[in-house]
């Protein structure tokens, strides 16, 4: 009877402890997927932080040293040409070194998409890791 009651015990506690771990490891495959699935973009867009960081576009324009900022109301001569709408002051851009400006959702999108260059002159976002060695491939 003790023997029987061991058994049963034993039996009881192994299947409680299956019923809480398999939500724990249900829960750590789905973390990890996410991680997994969202970790690429998140590298390339560190990737761009590093070449064009974020900035308002008050901030980038007196870094620029050009001639003062107009005022929101004043301010139509910037046009995001991803979006079509207007960039105000507040609102986030990339610094890019061609100095065309987007907001920086519109760039982030563009990016994502594979497009490593400028929207508007096509100016690489990255310089090119190597170049090829032999001449006869520069002159072809």
């Given at each position: 009877l003790i023997i029987a009651l061991g058994v049963g015990l034993?039996?009881?506690?192994?299947?409680?402890m299956c019923l809480l771990y398999a939500p724990l490891t249900l829960i750590?495959?789905?973390q990890m997927l996410i991680?997994?699935?969202?970790?690429?973009?998140?590298?390339?867009?560190?990737k761009l932080d590093a070449e064009s960081p974020i900035c308002t576009l008050e901030e980038w324009?007196?870094?620029?040293?050009?001639?003062p900022l107009p005022s929101d109301?004043?301010?139509?001569?910037?046009?995001c040409a991803i979006c079509l709408d207007s960039v105000l002051r507040s609102h986030e851009i990339r610094d890019l070194k061609c100095l065309h400006v987007f907001h920086r959702e519109c760039l982030?999108?563009?990016y994502l998409q594979d497009q490593f260059h400028?929207?508007?002159?096509?100016?690489?976002?990255?310089?090119?890791?190597?170049?090829?060695?032999?001449?006869?491939?520069?002159?072809?």
């Open positions: 034993s039996v009881v506690t192994l299947i409680i750590q495959r789905v991680y997994v699935y969202k970790s690429p973009s998140e590298r390339r867009l560190r324009w007196s870094r620029a040293k050009i001639p109301d004043e301010c139509d001569q910037f046009t982030d999108k563009w400028c929207p508007l002159c096509h100016r690489a976002y990255f310089k090119q890791q190597f170049q090829p060695t032999n001449e006869f491939v520069w002159m072809v």
